[in-house]
C-alpha cells in the first residue's frame, strides 16, 4: 500500500489556474473511480472538495474540479484565490478493499 | 447536524494498548461505513481502517494485526482497539463516515494519540 504520489508543492498567482496531480496505479486511481480531494488548512481537519473523480459536494467552488486519465488523477483549481492556500490530499480505493492517501501538496498563492 | 467525537487518545508507552471511541449522532449509524484516517505530527493523511455496515474490517497493512475496528450499532460508536503500538503510531486520530467509497465529508476534532519510546 505505497501512498499516492502528489507533486510537494504548487504555486499560482490569485486568479491563475492550478493542477495537481496524483499518480497511482492500476490497482487504485486506474482501476476504479473512487478518487476523492480533501483541502485542509493548518490545525483544521480535512474538508471535502472532490469525491467520484469529479464530482463536487453541495457547497464547494465550482472553481475545484477532478478528473481522471489512466492512473493519474487531477485537481484543478482555476480563478485561484488567497484562501485556496492550503495542503490538498488525494485518496484512492484499491484492489484490495482499502483505501490510500496521496503524498499532499502543499498550494501557495503568490 | 452531523457529529462526531473522537476520545481516548493520551501518551502511552511503546509496546501498551489504547481504545480510542468515536461517539456520532445526527446520521443514521448503521446505514454507514465507518472509518479511521490518522496524521501524524507535521505529516500527511493516513488511512487507518474501516468497517462496513455489515461489520467487515479492513486495515492498512501498517496496522494489521495490531488495530481492530468495531462499532456498536446501539450505541451509534466506533471503536479502535490498538494494541503493541509504536512510536510511529502517534497521530491525531480521526473518525469519518464513508459517505462514498472514500468520500469524507464529515469529521471529527480528532484525538491525539502519543507513544514515547
Known amino acids: 500500500q505505497s501512498a499516492l504520489t502528489q507533486p510537494a508543492s504548487v504555486s499560482g498567482s490569485p486568479g491563475q489556474s492550478i493542477a495537481i496531480s496524483c499518480t497511482g496505479t492500476?490497482?487504485?486511481?486506474?482501476?476504479?473511480?473512487?478518487v476523492s480531494w480533501y483541502q485542509q488548512h493548518p490545525g483544521k481537519a480535512p474538508k471535502l472538495m472532490i469525491y467520484?473523480?469529479?464530482i463536487r459536494p453541495s457547497g464547494v467552488s465550482n472553481r475545484f474540479s477532478g478528473s481522471k486519465s489512466g492512473n493519474t488523477a487531477s485537481l484543478t483549481i482555476s480563478g485561484l484565490q488567497a484562501e485556496d492556500e492550503a495542503d490538498y490530499y488525494c485518496?484512492?480505493?484499491?484492489?484490495?478493499?482499502?483505501?490510500?492517501f496521496g503524498t499532499g501538496t502543499k498550494v501557495t498563492v503568490l | 447536524q452531523v457529529q462526531l467525537v473522537e476520545s481516548g487518545g493520551g501518551v502511552v508507552q511503546s509496546g501498551r494498548s489504547l481504545r480510542l471511541s468515536c461517539a456520532t449522532s445526527?446520521?443514521?449509524?448503521?446505514?454507514?461505513?465507518l472509518d479511521w484516517v490518522r496524521q501524524a505530527p507535521g505529516k500527511g493523511l493516513e488511512w487507518v481502517a474501516g468497517?462496513?455496515?455489515?461489520?467487515?474490517?479492513m486495515y492498512a497493512d501498517c496496522v494489521k494485526g495490531r488495530f481492530t475496528i468495531s462499532r456498536d450499532n446501539s450505541k451509534n460508536t466506533l471503536y479502535l482497539q490498538m494494541i503493541s503500538l509504536r512510536t510511529e503510531d502517534t497521530a491525531v486520530y480521526y473518525c469519518?463516515?464513508?459517505?462514498?467509497?472514500?468520500?469524507?465529508?464529515?469529521w471529527g476534532q480528532g484525538t491525539l494519540v502519543t507513544v514515547s519510546p
Open positions: 469519518a463516515p464513508d459517505e462514498k467509497m472514500g468520500a469524507f465529508e464529515n
Open positions: 445526527g446520521f443514521v449509524f448503521r446505514n454507514y461505513g
Open positions: 468497517i462496513s455496515t455489515n461489520g467487515s474490517p
Open positions: 492500476s490497482s487504485d486511481v486506474g482501476g476504479y473511480n473512487y
Open positions: 467520484d473523480v469529479s
Open positions: 485518496i484512492s480505493y484499491t484492489s484490495s478493499t482499502t483505501f490510500v
